[in-house]
């Protein structure tokens, strides 16, 4: 699986970025996608998931209300709509593709970097 992110840049706060993840390969029994982030000097962190078909969705706490995760399965792409941006959300954020199995397999982006200034 390739995972190809884009939409990233440079905005003031309270502005607006959509990210996405075009995914390509073997996608078909991809269970679950998800974004992560990792600041500066600060460990990659879980932002949002959602499984395959779209029914269970996760937000970390401090994007509750602004993110939000969504998926074309036609189009194998995934997206983060991000809202309200605050400094405190510069990162580089990685699209992440999780195969349940055993072992399970997970597969990475190279990462979009956002920098958000005040």
């Known amino acids: 699986v390739q995972l190809v992110e884009s939409g990233g840049g440079l905005v003031q706060a309270g502005a607006s970025l959509r990210l996405s993840c075009a995914a390509s390969?073997?996608?078909?029994?991809?269970?679950?996608m998800a974004w992560y982030r990792q600041g500066p000097g600060k460990q990659r962190e879980l932002v949002a998931g959602i499984t395959s078909g779209g029914g269970h969705i996760y937000y970390a706490d401090s994007v509750k209300g602004r993110f939000t995760i969504s998926r074309d399965n036609a189009k194998n792409t995934m997206y983060l709509q991000m809202n309200s941006l605050k400094s405190e959300d510069t990162a580089v954020y990685y699209c992440n593709a999780h195969r349940l199995g055993d072992p399970p397999d997970d597969y990475w982006g190279q990462g979009t970097q956002v920098t958000v200034s005040s």
């Open positions: 390969g073997r996608t078909f029994d991809i269970n679950g």
